[in-house]
Structure formats: C-alpha cells, structure tokens
C-alpha cells in the first residue's frame, strides 16, 4: 500500500451542525471561541492510518475523485484570473483520469470558467457552489432562481460596485460573491461593513455567508453538500474522495457517504469533519500519486 505522510485523523462527530464548525474556527489572531459548542469541535489529529482507505480504493469497481480548485489545486493569487494549478498537478490528474479513476469537480466558480482553466476533458463540474451542473458532454444546467432571490443579487451587486468595488466582485450564477483579498486594509474594512449591512436585508430564500477571503451571498437550497449527494446519486457504486480547502467544503465533506474520505487541503489545520488533511502541494502531489499508486 502507498505510504503517505499526511496528517490523518479520527473523524470528528458527525452529528455537529455545521454552523458549529464556522462559529469555532480560529480568529485571525489565533484566539478560540469560548463558546460552550466548540468544545465538541475536534482539530483533526494524526491517529487513524489511511491504510484501510487506499485497501478499499484498491479493491473498489470504481473510484471518484471529488475536487474544489481555488485554494486546494491551486494556490490564492491576488488576482483570481491568475490562479493556475501547483506544478506537477496537472500530469497526475491526467494519470488518474487515464487510469480510469472519474474525477469531478465541485467549485465556488462558474462551471464554464473552471471547464476552461482544466487540463482535463470529459469532466464532471459543480459550479458556483452547486447553481450549476455541467455534464461531463459539455451540457450546463442551472438551477431556478426565485425572481426576489435574482433581483436582489442584481441589485446588491449594483450596490458595491456604486461604492467603487467593481473589481471585488464576482457575479454567477444564483451568488455573488466580494473578493477582498487584494483590497488594503481600509478597502477590506469598508467591504465588510458592506457585506454586514446588506446581509440585514436578505430576503428568506438567500442566504450569507463568509469564505477564506471574502463573502458571498448565495440562494438556498444548493451547496457544496447537494452537489456531493446528486454524484453520490450519479455514481453509486463509487468509492470517493473529496478534496477543499474553505468553509465551504465544509458541506461537501459532511455529504460524502460514510465509506468516502473526506481532505482538508490547507497549510494550516482548523476545526473541521474531514478526516486527513494535507498540507499543499507536497503532500497533495503525494496523495494524488498514492491514489494512483493504490488504483493499479
Ligand atoms: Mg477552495
């Protein structure tokens, strides 16, 4: 069996909502919640040996490799157009894919957008958080927007861009998304003041929330979770993995079937349901060549 020096973990309870793991994470200057809750919140910890995962990804009929792309295959860059897989990333993903392992996508992007930026054909996409799916032919199907839901997106994009943000935001399908990472410290703070004042006018179908470097205001109803269970739908029989590195795969991490392995990809742990989590792009490139290693 491949050898990995990861760090694997004991799963932590599944049960804990998952707003739990969002009010527990770390602030920026490393304090912790005292609230009572975070208590349950377990950092993953280097206990469970990946050795019975990469047994049964030998043994399985066949293998699902979920991936996010910002932030876990490839690094944050300042501008997001610029952001292009670790090195040696692309080649072991075609070895996969060659070998027969089904790789798909679940990603806070437009599923066009990502579909450009891959080396990869014939790939399955989850775009804008689960809005959009594209079909491994090509075919892109979004999911309905309420008229109040699209309206407001419109116009609270509208909005920042008034204030001189254009270049913060992000329009897709059923979600807007403000980018401050390239933003001083004055452009971020005036943006959170503007996220935080249109959050206290969400309509009930729309939802608000953080991500590692901004926020976003999406409909309900689709995640990074309902992506992973329409593939779990789509592919039953598959053993699978999923790898993200944001709060938002925290959702896709709880979807996965009780068999899957669920990769916090990330240079430093947090609170989180995944059971192994990786540090990129050594171990990451590790990973991926063990799974192909393991599939042979
Ligand atoms: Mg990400």
């Not at 599944?14 to 304090?31: F, N």
């Not at 775009?127 to 419109?154: C, D, F, V």
């Not at 929330?209 to 593939?231: C, H, M, P, S, V």
């Not at 990809?265 to 990786?278: I, T």
């Amino acid at each position: 069996m491949p050898r990995l020096s990861g760090h694997n973990a004991t799963p932590p309870p599944q049960s804990l909502p998952i707003d739990v793991y969002r009010r527990c994470i770390p602030a920026m200057d490393g304090t912790r919640s005292d609230d009572r809750a975070c208590d349950d919140v377990k950092l993953l910890n280097p206990t469970r040996p990946l050795e019975r995962f990469w047994e049964r990804l030998a043994a399985a009929r066949e293998r699902l490799l979920i991936l996010d792309y910002d932030g876990t295959l490839a690094p944050f860059t300042a501008h997001r157009d610029d952001a292009t897989l670790y090195p040696g990333v692309a080649p072991l993903l075609l070895d996969l894919q060659r070998q027969g392992t089904r790789i798909a996508f679940v990603t806070g992007r437009p599923a066009e957008e990502l579909a450009r930026r891959l080396p990869l054909s014939a790939v399955e996409i989850f775009g804008a958080h689960g809005q959009e799916y594209r079909a491994a032919s090509g075919t892109l199907t979004r999911t309905p927007l309420t008229l109040q839901a699209g309206t407001w997106l419109h116009e609270a994009a509208e909005r920042i861009a008034a204030h001189g943000f254009e270049r913060a935001l992000e329009r897709k399908h059923g979600t807007v998304a403000i980018h401050w990472r390239r933003e001083d410290q004055d452009g971020q703070a005036r943006l959170a003041a503007l996220a935080s004042e249109l959050a206290q006018e969400l309509p009930g179908d729309l939802q608000g929330l953080a991500f590692d470097g901004g926020y976003e205001f999406r409909a309900r109803g689709r995640d990074k979770g309902t992506a992973i269970a329409e593939l779990s739908a789509r592919h039953p029989q598959a053993l699978m993995a999923y790898l993200g590195d944001d709060l938002t795969d925290e959702d896709a991490f709880a979807a996965l079937p009780q068999d899957g392995l669920a990769v916090l990809v990330r240079a430093e742990p947090r609170p989180s349901r995944a059971h192994l989590w990786l540090r990129p792009p050594d171990e990451l490139r590790e990973f991926l060549g063990a799974w192909i290693t393991a599939a042979q």
